[in-house]
């Protein structure tokens, strides 16, 4: 990424990990379908309302593994080879030792969360069955994410897509067959997720061994070093506070959202399935944004990796617009994938009407933050974003629903007041920063 044409570089490198995050999200996705179509009512809105609580393990890891992905690109960008290779053996020891500990956490604290989120009756049995299953499993998402994040850092994101692609596939038949075959209901999608997480970890795992690059596996050499888990953790750790606490919030929002039945649970989380469609462009885009200014950072050429910053701004608007209008547009037949319900369905229409336009706005709040943390500087979007997605989004929801409004509408236009703000204090803060961080790499 440190020579040609910019815009054709970061979507080469961006699109394969587009289809691969669609492939991922794919995974709970279809275990939604499945029970919407199959089960019942209060299974949709089981698996839904699990998915703020995974999400906080989820993120915090991704977080560690952005920081890792940045160390490795600017060793990559450099051609230190060894410090290259320190970096992937202390990365994947990490990786083994927060499998432990996160399976722990997720396992041990299924019951007090959904009581958290005040999970109504008849659903808390099905998503406490669904919850257990998915941490116990838990290992196989976190492997096969930080080895494609190590690919990813050095410009590799097509055969990560492929195992995607085969697990994904496999998820399917797997969901399909234990819930329609053996009738195992919320149980059969719980295991047919794990059991394909499993498969993706082992296959990146095999692919990191058998590679003769300067990235490969060396199992022999599997150690934690200091200083590099130093710099990792000084890139990745504010990041990985920022989308815990983050997926906390939501947690509250989700809480906010259940106090409306199971109805309107199934119809949120049908909303926010979608919804993470229209955000994996600019997740990925953001990732490329990431990956684009480190490898330039680490070749010294900080002009390139700001101009790169304003293209895949650009790129990513324009993308995202015409997800946003085409969901908008079919908004009703989306709902229609995962229910039949009317209720649910008329409360899965509300939410996308009110809020995905709004999204285009979390398009510069992603890039922008992708590429300061490329440069080095993770804690000034991981203040932006706690201010705006948590502490701004929280206010508007205590005042809101106690003083104003308490509807279902009130509650999700939450999201879009944190974006919002969150565009426009980011944008400003990343002119303002630009220049001090790029003069810093020049010296």
């Known amino acids: 990424m440190t020579s040609g044409n910019i815009a054709k570089q970061v979507l080469l490198f961006a699109l394969p990990l587009m289809l691969g995050n669609v492939f991922q999200m794919l995974y709970n996705t279809v275990d ?3 029970v919407g179509q199959f089960v019942s009512t209060e299974a949709l809105a089981a698996v839904g309302s699990t998915t703020m ?5 989820v ?7 952005i920081g890792a992905s940045v160390v490795i690109g600017i060793h990559f960008g450099a051609k230190n080879e060894e410090k290259l290779h320190r970096a992937v053996e202390t990365t994947i020891m990490a990786t083994f030792i927060m499998c432990v500990l996160f399976t722990a956490i997720g396992c041990l604290g299924v019951k007090p969360m959904l009581r958290f989120m005040s999970t109504p009756d008849d659903v808390f049995s099905d998503a406490t069955v ?6 116990a499993g838990f290992s196989g998402l976190l492997i096969y994410n930080m080895g494609s994040a190590i690919l990813r850092s050095v410009g590799d994101t097509t055969r990560p897509l492929y195992f995607l692609i085969l697990t994904s596939v496999l998820n399917i038949i797997l969901d399909l067959v234990f819930v329609l075959v053996f ?3 919320i149980e059969g999608v719980a295991f047919a997720t794990i059991i394909s997480q499993f498969v993706s970890a082992g296959l990146i795992l095999l692919l990191l061994t058998a590679s003769r690059d300067v990235y490969r596996l060396t199992w022999n050499d599997l150690a934690i070093d200091g200083r590099i888990m130093k710099h990792i953790f000084t890139v990745g750790l504010p990041a990985g506070i920022q989308s815990v606490i983050t997926a906390f919030s939501n947690v509250f929002v989700q809480s906010y959202i259940n106090a409306f039945g199971s109805s309107c649970m199934a119809g949120w989380s049908c909303y926010n399935k979608l919804d993470q469609f229209v955000m994996l462009p600019m997740q ?3 990732m490329a944004s990431t990956t684009f200014v480190s490898q330039n950072m680490g070749a010294a050429q900080p002009e390139r990796a ?4 304003y293209i895949t701004t650009g790129l990513t608007l324009l993308i995202t617009g015409v997800i946003v209008i085409a969901l908008q547009v079919f908004a009703s037949p989306s709902v229609r994938l995962f229910s039949q319900d009317p209720e649910v369905i008329r409360y899965g229409v509300l939410f996308i009407r009110a809020n995905v336009c709004f999204l285009l706005f979390n398009c510069v709040n992603h890039v922008v933050a992708g590429a300061l943390r490329g440069m080095g500087d993770s804690k000034g979007p991981m203040l932006i974003m706690l201010l705006t997605f948590v502490a701004l989004r929280q206010t508007y929801l205590y005042f809101m629903t106690r003083y104003i409004a308490n509807t279902p509408l009130t509650v999700g236009i939450g999201y879009p007041v944190g974006w919002v703000s969150c565009c426009l204090i980011e944008a400003a803060y ?3 920063r630009r220049k001090k961080l790029l003069y810093r790499y020049r010296t």
Request: no cysteine; aromatic share 24%; net charge positive.
């Open 430 to 432: 990343f002119l303002l």
């Open 130 to 135: 669904y919850l257990r299953i998915y941490f």
């Open 59 to 65: 993120f915090f890891f991704n977080g560690f593994s």
């Open 53 to 57: 609580i995974v999400n906080m393990l």
């Open 284 to 286: 990925s885009m953001a």
């Open 306 to 309: 700001e101009k790169g910053t």
């Open 183 to 185: 009738k195992m209901g």
């Open 32 to 34: 939604s379908i499945v």
